[in-house]
């Protein structure tokens, strides 16, 4: 399996397919990334080369921000929504849906322990 900036992507499949196992690679990105780089798109990813790994490293680092960086920034967004008390930052600390889903039916059973909504009368 080749590594490309500390992940292990599988080798057989296809280059674009494999590269979206990265964090913030998806098919768009992949297909930009392999056409930059002057890559087939189509080639297994068992075919890389050493030189050619060592570029793509140097492409996502250096140009994009992906996985490790880019978890930190996502967790940095919602802490500072959680400090400055909005809307977002509230849902986020009670656990319940952020972007406008209802919490009538579903939502019960998201993560975390067992929130009781309410209670039926009988």
Same mark, same amino acid.
């Not at 399996?1 to 296809?14: H, S």
């Not at 189509?42 to 960086?69: F, T």
């Not at 952020?98 to 059973?109: F, L, P």
């Given at each position: 399996?080749? &590594?490309?900036?500390? $992940?292990?992507?599988?080798?057989?499949?296809?280059l /674009?397919?494999?590269l979206?196992? $990265?964090?913030?690679?998806? #098919? =768009?990105?992949?297909?930009?990334?392999?056409?930059?780089?002057?890559?087939?798109?189509?080639?297994?990813?068992?075919?890389?080369?050493?030189?050619?790994?060592? /570029?793509? #490293?140097?492409? +996502? !680092?250096?140009?994009?921000?992906?996985?490790?960086? +880019?978890?930190?920034? *996502? !967790?940095?967004?919602?802490? &500072?929504?959680?400090?400055? #008390?909005?809307? @977002?930052?509230? @849902?986020? &600390?009670?656990?319940?849906p *952020?972007?406008?889903? &209802?919490? @009538?039916?579903?939502?019960?059973?998201r993560?975390?322990?067992k =929130?009781?909504?309410?209670?039926?009368?009988?």
């Open positions: 399996m080749p &590594r490309v900036i500390g $992940i292990d992507i599988p080798d057989r499949k296809k /674009k397919i494999s979206t196992y $990265i964090y913030g690679v998806g #098919n =768009k990105l992949a297909l930009d990334i392999t056409e930059t780089l002057g890559l087939d798109p189509e080639m297994l990813a068992k075919d890389l080369v050493e030189a050619q790994i060592s /570029k793509l #490293n140097a492409l +996502l !680092q250096g140009e994009y921000v992906v996985e490790g960086d +880019l978890r930190r920034q *996502v !967790q940095n967004n919602i802490k &500072r929504y959680i400090s400055i #008390n909005c809307y @977002r930052g509230m @849902r986020h &600390r009670l656990g319940l *952020v972007r406008g889903q &209802r919490t @009538r039916c579903n939502a019960r059973t993560k975390g322990k =929130k009781t909504v309410a209670n039926k009368k009988k």
